[in-house]
Nanobody, 123 residues
């Protein structure tokens, strides 16, 4: 069983940046894919970004493309989401999730989830 732990959220102003981390433990993934999702009150959980460990292939939601950057640290099995030029509409609980083999934008395809970290962007 894998365990994912997010960290790095907080209260920031519009235009600022925050770096989110996701540490994975508990099992070895042969073909790890790590995704980030977010959920605001009253809204569905939405895809943000994902990365495939084997080749670094990434995918971004249009709403964050050009502002957010996803990366990985192979040695520590830790993912990072760098969020730049934050907007109030980015306010949400951010979750990291893991699956194997395929990059997916559907949260139903991810089997392991972290507890979430709150990002609040003030205007």
């Amino acid at each position: 069983q894998a365990q994912l732990v997010e960290s790095g959220g907080g209260l920031v102003q519009a235009g600022d940046s925050v770096s989110l981390s996701c540490a994975a433990s508990g099992r070895t993934f042969s073909r790890l894919v790590m995704g980030w999702f977010r959920q605001a009150p009253g809204k569905e959980r939405e895809f943000v970004a994902a990365i495939r460990w084997s080749d670094g292939r990434t995918n971004y939601a249009n709403s964050v493309k050009g502002r957010f950057t996803i990366s990985r640290d192979d040695a520590k099995v830790t993912g990072n989401l760098q969020t730049n030029s934050l907007k109030p509409e980015d306010t949400a609980v951010y979750y990291c999730a893991a699956r194997e083999y395929y990059v997916s934008t559907d949260p139903r395809d991810y089997f392991y989830w972290g507890q979430g970290t709150q990002v609040t962007v003030s205007s």
